[in-house]
């Protein structure tokens, strides 16, 4: 694996966040999946919460037909997500812990404590020809967990290395690699992503067990200053420089 390209997955939720924000359709979160296509995204990622705070469910009907790169659709374990994702079909399903009052998913889901409700659902979502991703803890528990449940992917959960800085950032950025190097090990294709940067992503980027990276909230926020194709050049850079490491 080491020196293998590393995906890019570019999640545009915070587009429609802001479209949201006035109501009406602009600026369409589809618009910017194509750009950030053009400007060398592998993949787009969109969470449809249950309370529909950005992408909606006609975002997600216009991404499967409009963009021509595998659509990830990361989503709650519902019967409601479930049925959804089934009728629409994305190339991949990414499951993620959900709690309404949160801003944005603060940790990984919890294979362990939720085998019986889980495994059913990615049954039926492998049966679709769906590719399942589980968003978890970089915890070896959580990736045995993963592995017997029969989830082909786990996405590692970068959030507390993106928060912390020195010291306590390098421990944690151990506990991925760590994590990554067990994941693989399994047999799991290892993703990771929340809260990276251009100028926190290098690290992560050289761990040579990673397949994909899913980055949002940054790259939208850096477009409002250097435009999206801009930001996504650079965040392509800075993991090209990293994962040279």
Do not use: W
């Amino acid at each position: 694996m080491t020196g293998s390209r590393l995906r890019l997955g570019v999640n545009i939720d915070h587009v429609a966040t802001i479209r949201n924000a006035r109501g009406g359709v602009h600026p369409d979160p589809v618009k910017a999946a194509r750009l950030a296509v053009a400007a060398g995204a592998d993949g787009i990622t969109a969470h449809l919460r249950e309370d529909r705070r950005h992408i909606s469910d006609n975002d997600i009907a216009r991404l499967v037909t409009e963009i021509d790169r595998p659509l990830n659709l990361e989503m709650a374990a519902t019967d409601e997500m479930l049925a959804i994702a089934l009728r629409h079909r994305p190339h991949a399903a990414c499951i993620v812990p959900e709690r309404r009052e949160e801003r944005t998913t603060e940790g990984g889901l919890d294979v362990v404590g939720g085998l019986a409700r889980l495994t059913p659902m990615v049954t039926a979502l492998r049966e679709a020809g769906i590719r399942v991703s589980l968003f978890i803890e970089p915890d070896p528990r959580q990736l045995e967990a993963a592995a017997r449940l029969g989830a082909p992917v786990v996405e590692l959960h970068t959030g507390r290395y993106s928060h912390l800085a020195g010291s306590a950032a390098v421990v944690e950025l151990e506990r991925l690699t760590q994590a990554a190097r067990h994941g693989a090990a399994l047999g799991l294709e290892v993703h990771a992503g929340h809260g990276l940067r251009t100028d926190n992503v290098g690290p992560v980027a050289a761990i040579p067990e990673l397949a994909e990276l899913n980055i949002g909230h940054f790259l939208i926020g850096e477009a409002v200053f250097v435009g999206l194709d801009r930001a996504i050049g650079d965040m392509r850079a800075a993991m090209d420089a990293g994962r040279l490491q």
